[in-house]
């Protein structure tokens, strides 16, 4: 790597539109990131320490823009590390991380700001204040309250040991479900013990063996191997070998979460107690949707009040199912049954083979579907600009402007997987602007995804999933590139983390109806639309055993919020079986007496925050893109008039409002689950 020369200019030190990906090197990263925390320190030692009466200007707009040029470099930077990493870029990030995620930390526990910030509260300008920037002094002022500001020497010593010894904890949590997992290998040696698995699993389990120098197929714990055997292969008593192998993971040796999540739960309580709230969940959800933890919990309550009979119905067809291949004789379904004979139900009742549907969702036609779709509902148009600079060919850019004309902002599009980026699916801001009419930046976005690239002469034919997935990136970036606000801190998806995915989510309803998906459904050799013989079944095979996936997320959800509320380890002894008999009414089959799942349950306990207290979010974000997308549905899925609703309501408005008052103004009421019970089949 050449060091770039003096003459150049560290491309990270201003904020440009377009950004100069081809110019931004791995020798850039440290130098800049030096300058700008001592620049960002300054201004915060200068905010702190400023003399004279505050103001909004002075205090409170100095505070959103603090660290701007700190965020959009570190922004470049990090996604520069997951669509385009090297081994220089990559040790140049990790070596400025710890710096820079100090100085946000440290943020609201500096006392001298911390006095600014009440100062202006106290003052009779904040008490005129108004709207959005009312709600930002008081978001402000409540946020810096929940990372501790308020408490004294001593206290802030405790916040710190419980924060550093939770970082420990949670990353050895992870690390245990790591390796207990990849402890685990079943290799198989004769064929016959293969039977049932389709030749993909096959392929990857002989590969996988001849990875490690083994003969025959092997598995792992991993999710494409486990939801392989427990799907598809026949023989009972392997696929209870590994479900009892996944089941226990964590739980025993030098690998025992038990312990740890105990603790873990502990210090968290500790942790809101310390703060001064009841429970970690009533600290988790004070700045979401729900607020507290009792209002998530009635929220699952009355979905699973609505779910239960139908849940209980499903198991009794998939057992009778199962006795119409077995006899009546047929044992009763166990845990490692389920999976395994509801594929074979959903083969009988509905012949439907995902795959069918590929040839009607080649990438070009179904975004250009999509960009056809957000001008009818929205008015904006999107054009691909050619030639701004990317960090791989494969990158796309494209402008946004409104119907007037205005320019909105722009976004890339890195669609395929490659070896030097990330997996999976997400939405990122880069830069964080606004409307380009008085001489302000353009919002700028990216999406990406790992979607199945082009084969042999032929262009990249979607699953209908990968298709959802792109509609679902793209809402992320319309919250991002339509917010119109004045606060930085408010703008686009800076929302609370259960309204997050209504943006995102209401998009993909789009591809389930049939007058949208024929515009960008189209079969890439004829350009026919989708046989209305496939779309019913696609349709019907939607609701299949919907009851069964939702009981399973709400017992998470409970599980979740039990253990940050009502557990107490004098009287409840043992997290992992207090757990389990929370999550028994959720199962369609008995659980085994060690069932140990969230020993393994990282998305609860592999950090130090993650979803804990959090899980409910799903369905909660479920409720909401399934009841808005009703008002589409009743006005025609392509109005205007909905869309320019939507777009003012929720789309250009980020954080500005409540989120709840926002909804109300859209919908007209509170959120009603009867949208989402509908679409799931279930009312
Ligand atoms: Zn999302």
Known sequence: MM????????????????????????????????????????????????????????????????????DYAMGVVRHLESVATYPELRAAFNAVQPAVSAFYTGIPLDAGLWRSIQAFAAAPEAAALAGERRRFLH????????????????????LEAIDVELTTLTTKFSENVLDSTNAFELVI????????????????????????????????????????????????????????????????????????????????????????????????????????????????????????????????????????????????????????????????????????????????SVVAGMFDLVQRLYGIR?????????????????????????????????????????????????????????????????????????????????????????????????????????????AGTNVAWDFVELPSQIMENWCWERASLDLFARHWETGATIPDELFQKMKRARTFRAAGAQMRRLGFGYVDLLLHTRYRPETDGDPVAYARRILEPFTPTPLPPDHAMIAAFTHL??????????????????????DAFTRFRESGIFSRDVGREFRGSILSRGDSEDPAVLYREFMGRDPDPHALLERSGLE
Not at 42 to 58: I, M, S, V
Not at 337 to 364: M, N, S, T
Not at 470 to 484: A, Q, V
Not at 605 to 616: D, I, L, V, W
């Open 3 to 70: 060091m770039p020369s003096t003459s150049e200019p560290n491309p990270l030190l201003s904020i440009e539109f377009p950004i100069p990906f081809d110019r931004v090197r791995a020798a850039h990263v440290e130098p800049a990131m030096a300058e700008l925390l001592a620049a960002a320190r300054q201004r915060l030692a200068a905010l702190a320490g400023q003399p004279g009466p505050r103001t909004f200007e002075n205090t409170m707009r100095a505070l959103d823009v603090l660290a701007e040029p700190l």
């Open 139 to 158: 978001k402000t002022v409540e946020a810096f309250r929940r990372q501790g500001a308020e408490l004294d020497a001593a206290g802030k010593l405790r």
């Open 189 to 364: 040696k004769d064929e016959a013990q293969l039977a049932g698995l389709p030749p993909s699993a096959r392929d990857a389990a002989r590969e996988s063996a001849a990875r490690k120098g083994l003969q025959g197929w092997r598995f792992t714990l991993h999710a494409p191997d486990y939801f392989a055997v427990m799907t598809y292969l026949d023989d009972a008593a392997i696929r209870r070998q590994v479900y009892h192998a996944h089941s226990v993971r964590a739980t025993s040796g030098a690998w025992d979460n038990r312990a740890l999540t105990a603790r873990i739960l502990e210090l968290r309580a500790q942790k809101a107690h310390l703060l001064g709230f009841a429970d970690f969940a009533d600290f988790a959800l004070e700045d979401r949707m729900a607020h507290n933890g009792a209002r998530a919990l009635a929220f699952l309550e009355e979905l699973k009040a609505k779910t239960e009979a139908r849940f209980q119905e499903e198991n009794r067809e998939l057992e009778g199912f199962r006795r119409s291949l077995e006899g009546t004789a047929a044992p009763a379904l166990e845990p490692w049954d389920v999976a395994y004979y509801a594929e074979k139900q959903r083969a009988a009742l509905y012949a439907f083979d995902e795959e069918a549907l590929r040839p009607y969702f080649p990438l070009a």
């Open 382 to 490: 999107v054009a691909e600009r050619p030639g701004v600079p990317g960090w791989d060919p494969q990158v796309r850019y494209y402008d946004v402007h409104d119907e007037d004309g205005t320019f909105l902002g722009g976004f890339y599009a890195d669609w395929y997987p490659r070896e030097n980026k990330r997996g999976g699916a997400w939405m990122d801001a880069l830069i964080t602007g606004g409307p380009v009419a008085d001489g302000t930046l353009p919002h700028v976005g990216v999406i990406c995804g790992n979607l199945t690239p082009p084969l042999a002469g032929r262009p990249a034919l979607l699953t209908h999933r990968e298709a959802e997935t792109i509609f679902h990136e793209f809402g992320h970036l319309l919250h991002h590139l339509l917010s119109r606000v004045e606060m930085r801190g408010f």
């Open 605 to 626: 306990f592999g950090s130090p925050m993650g979803y804990g207290a959090g899980y409910y979010s799903y369905k909660w974000a479920e409720v909401l893109d399934a």
